[in-house]
């Protein structure tokens, strides 16, 4: 071992004695810490969700196909946490969701497992400092609120990385919502094609 390890141990011991005493504790008790953070229980982003409908990418066929799903974002969002980025991701989507399957007697699965193509809004803001349940040192948390929702093609034929683009682009999409941050307040986004 090293001098420069030597001489690190003894400012690292206080943390690595506290790691070993989080290691050993139950998980009922890691539990019980968990839930004793400040706002741990009622800072969570919790979107109100309602069925709809996604048209699947590269689609085949004259017969509208939809696979029906029950994590639309709802347009009645209330005050709950969350229920800004809630909205924006909504109207970021608009049109590549629908709440109900139309066309010409339209077909719908029902497919439980089914992996949409999924959009994700962040926004980080109100960076607080909190101390490590594990490890006993002090950082920076920031009010952290994510919310997904699927979404699929405008039409049959439309495919992912047209969709992507589109929805980037729009005037209320996803790049006019990382535009809107500021040095406080950081906003992000992140695709996930089908099937992942």
Avoid: C, H
Avoid at 65 to 77: G, M, P
């Amino acid at each position: 071992m090293g001098f420069r390890a030597l001489q690190r141990y003894e400012s690292q011991k206080a943390k690595y004695d506290a790691y070993k005493a989080w290691q050993a504790k139950t998980p009922e008790q890691k539990q019980a810490l968990y839930d004793a953070i400040p706002g741990i229980a009622t800072g969570r982003a919790k979107p109100v969700l309602r069925p709809g409908f996604i048209i699947p990418f590269n689609s085949t066929g004259t017969v509208v196909t939809y696979v029906e799903t029950s994590k639309i974002l709802d347009a009645t969002q209330g005050t709950a946490v969350g229920n800004d980025v809630a909205n924006a991701l909504r109207t970021a989507l608009l049109g590549q969701y629908f709440l109900t399957a139309t066309g010409t007697t339209p077909v719908v699965i029902q497919n439980p497992k089914y992996r949409f193509a999924k959009l994700s809004f962040t926004n980080k803001e109100s960076f607080v400092k909190r101390v490590s349940r594990i490890t006993g040192s002090t950082y920076q948390k920031p009010a952290t609120d994510t919310v997904s929702m699927p979404f699929g093609g405008t039409t049959m034929a439309e495919d992912f990385d047209t969709a992507v683009l589109d929805i980037k682009t729009r005037a209320s999409g996803a790049n006019a919502w990382k535009a809107a941050g500021t040095s406080t307040v950081k906003k992000s986004y992140k695709f996930t094609p089908e099937g992942i």
